[in-house]
């Protein structure tokens, strides 16, 4: 009996023997791992003195805010960065309906309308009259394109009023005036169709141009300079015209067009030199593709006519009305692959981009009689 318990008593004593070695082990274990995290830890901390006296030229006071700047190289491989540098936000899609629109507006020229009080009340507008929305992102860029000759009066208040309807539209857009040069007979429709190419050339991603008079207000800012579907026709009810369209076929004033449906009517005519018959061609090309053109609602489609005299040099062509009977046989010959002109100036202004262009002359009439 006594040696049995002595046995169980030796079998005992060295089960905790070896427990003990164990709990030993597990200690020295531990105690390593945690001195050589201390190390390494005021190894850092030491070393962050010596390395800012060793490289000044990464002290806080080198400026790198130029788009294009660099740091300075020391000569030796560069260290991937413990932080990587900010991204840009991801902004949400504008909304359909822009929820700060004011609706109908109170328009007047009456008051005095010098660039710099625009171009103060503007401040979001950068240089040649671009401006994208800071928070979200436009399903379209704009290009808004005007016709132009001797109407800086009107080109004022055109700014004064459009650049803030635009912004509030949420829209992605650049203003480009189209100035013809010289004295001969103005060509509205050429001018634009001078104004899509230029455009482009500026910004390739422009998918919608508006196709703007210099004149012409719109009085509600519910109708929204955007393109759809079909080619849009914006100034349905003006002033001057009793808040009525003048017949079924008017697409003058305020158009808008895809890029795609632009190329598909070839681009505007280049051969009405004068007043008139340009828009009801463009009519006609809209028709013959087998397009319709869409509208706003007449209550939010007014717009106010800034008055002028008539310029002498735009007086109505005498043969507009034969050229709009013809247009199925001209317009393939006669469009935006046929333009010709000369660009004479680009000048980036704080709220447009002016381009003077040579469109050359118009062709010698025969004396009506």
Request: glycine share 8%.
């Amino acid at each position: 009996m006594s040696r049995l318990l002595g046995g169980t008593l030796e079998r005992v004593c060295k089960a905790v023997l070896l427990l003990c070695l164990l709990h030993f082990l597990v200690a020295v274990i531990l105690y390593f791992d945690v001195y050589a995290q201390h190390l390494a830890f005021f190894s850092r901390f030491s070393a962050r003195g010596p390395a800012r006296a060793l490289h000044p030229a990464a002290s806080s006071s080198t400026n790198f805010s130029r788009p294009n700047a660099t740091a300075p190289s020391s000569g030796l491989p560069e260290a991937p960065s413990a932080r990587p540098g900010p991204t840009a936000p991801i902004l949400p899609p504008c909304p359909d309906s822009p929820p700060g629109l004011v609706g109908r507006l109170l328009i007047e020229f009456t008051s005095p309308m010098p660039l710099e009080r625009v171009q103060r009340e503007n401040p979001g507008v950068l240089l040649g009259g671009r401006y994208t929305p800071p928070d979200c992102t436009p399903a379209q860029t704009v290009a808004v394109i005007i016709p132009f000759r001797h109407r800086e009066h009107h080109l004022r208040y055109w700014l004064h009023y459009l650049h803030p309807i635009l912004r509030r539209q949420r829209l992605r857009y650049g203003v480009y005036v189209i100035n013809q040069h010289g004295e001969d007979t103005f060509n509205r429709a050429k001018l634009l169709n001078v104004g899509f190419l230029e455009a482009l050339k500026e910004d390739a991603t422009y998918d919608c141009f508006i196709f703007s008079d210099v004149d012409l207000v719109p009085m509600d800012d519910r109708n929204l300079y955007r393109c759809g579907d079909q080619p849009r026709h914006f100034a349905i009810a003006m002033d001057k015209f009793g808040f009525r369209l003048p017949y079924a076929g008017y697409f003058g004033g305020v158009s808008g067009l895809s890029k795609a449906q632009f190329l598909r009517i070839n681009g505007f005519p280049n051969e009405y030199w004068g007043w008139g018959g340009e828009d009801d061609d463009i009519f006609n090309r809209i028709s013959l593709t087998g397009m319709k053109i869409s509208r706003p609602d007449i209550r939010i489609g007014r717009y106010r006519m800034i008055k002028h005299d008539r310029d002498k040099h735009n007086e109505p062509n005498p043969q507009r009305f034969t050229k709009i009977q013809n247009t199925k046989l001209t317009m393939k010959r006669d469009g935006i692959g046929s333009v010709r002109y000369q660009v004479l100036e680009v000048s980036r202004q704080p709220l447009f981009t002016n381009i003077t262009v040579d469109i050359g002359r118009p062709p010698s009439w025969p004396p009506r009689g």
